[in-house]
């Protein structure tokens, strides 16, 4: 039996798509691009890299009052929000998320992100790759299309 748990699932079952919501993320990141929003995370929030022993971590900084989209992630992975809180819409809903937390994210998933207070948010991914450009095309797709293809590919 899946339980759903916030913006999580356990029992590996997926979500199912809201697309009325998906699509309203989609519009928000075209409107805040038609602003001049920068596709660029690391002008604005600063990265940390972490590798060690088949896996990757990206820390991000999220300043108080930033609004981002973030990327569409091929594979489930591990979430840990070390300080601050956020509120994150997805497919699923809205969740106000406050640190302590770890948490499972499911695959696929697009997320708004409006943070409360300064926010330091850290995925942690499976893979033995480092070169940046490589392991975003492993563990991220550029669009839900790309995606589509991926999936029907493999």
Known sequence: MTRVVGLTTTGGDHLPADLEMRNKIMDLEASMEALGASRDTEATSPLNHYHCAGTYAREIFIAKDTV???????????????????????????????????????????????????????????????????????????????????????
Request: include cysteine.
């Open 68 to 154: 981002m989209i973030g990327k569409i992630h091929r594979h489930e992975h591990i979430n840990v929000i070390s300080q601050g809180s956020c509120w994150v819409t997805t497919e699923a809903g809205t969740e106000l998320l406050t640190a302590p937390l770890t948490f499972i994210s499911l695959p696929h998933i697009k997320r708004a992100v409006y943070a409360v207070e300064d926010t330091v948010w850290t995925t942690v991914h499976p893979t033995d790759k480092t070169d940046l450009k490589e392991l975003e095309d492993e563990i991220i797709a550029p669009s839900y299309s790309d995606l589509e293809n991926i999936l029907e590919n493999t």
